[in-house]
């Protein structure tokens, strides 16, 4: 009897082990996340405040006809010289092409930023006091602000600037915390996958993307409507381009994506905007046109040359036929195997 005792509850134990571990680390982790949401947990939200537009699908550039102001190659008689830029010059780039499908490269270096209230000396209005972005990106930013306010207009706000990858998984989970107040906790994980891109699948993890809000006092929640629903988002979404600065995403494409916002733009240098301007493509379908013709030029109305785009393969290096006479503005990886040279003429005397 002694000996059947010393056995049985040893038995006992070892069949009931695994339920009770499992048990115990259901317990744990339900206990872990309840913690986390309500250290986390802002107001009950379930509507985001970004409205949510998609990435316009590609379209069909075999069949893009070129608009009169904008004519594949170099202008006639062009003196050339070959230039190569190093991979690590091309990786420093503005033009590449980051979303869920293309991350950011591994090997991409951290953003050099800089705070936007002190470095614009509050002449770009911010909402977050340790915003950040690129001096570029800045400089484009102070001259909008500005032209701005010459046309009487002082409600922009930028609402969000570069944002490292830890604070993007912060994000992530706020918005998950934000959501599970009235959510199963599939179903807010899932909502939040879809609305918030993962760290290195955003723009924002560079020094060019800027959230830009219409806000009508600086305590005042930031307007939901569309940009174009206003005059001063109308005036926005028409001058954008003048400052090296594109709408990111069109308001008119079908919603098939809400990590998109409509206030979201880019800097992309103004030789790009101009020509992205004028042929009316999103990012996607432009660099799809320039691997298909390679060399494009933008004219003014007086027929002098604006801007000229080479994009050529890249294998390491990227070696184009530069123009002599025009300023190189960026050189860039696109990220999809593809390198893109943008260079502006000389304004005319």
Known sequence: MQRNFRRFPALTVRRG????????????????LSVLCLLLRPAPQTESIYQSVSQPAAASVHAFALPACVTPGLPAGTAVSAVSYTAARLAAGRMMLIDRTHPLPETAAAPSTYNILTHSHGT?????????????TLSALEALFADARQQHINLFTVFRGSIAPAQQKSLQVERFCQLSNALSLEEALAQTLREIAPAG????????????????????????????????GQWLLENSWRYGLIHRYSESAPDSDPSCSAYHFRYVGKAHA??????????????ALLHRQEALTLWNETGAPVCSVLCRPVDGVLTVQAPMLAQLEDVSLDNLGWGVAAYLWPLED
């Open 17 to 32: 082990r695994p339920l009770v571990r499992a048990l115990f680390v259901f317990v744990l982790s339900l206990t872990f």
């Open 274 to 287: 101009a020509m992205m301007h004028a042929l009316s493509l999103s990012l996607e379908d432009y660099l």
């Open 124 to 136: 770009i209005a911010c909402r977050d006091l340790q915003a950040v972005l690129g001096e570029d």
């Open 201 to 232: 699948a955003s723009e924002h993890q560079t020094a060019w993307a800027v959230d830009i809000r219409i806000c009508d006092g600086w305590d005042q929640l930031p307007r939901n409507e569309p940009l174009s629903a206003s005059p001063e």
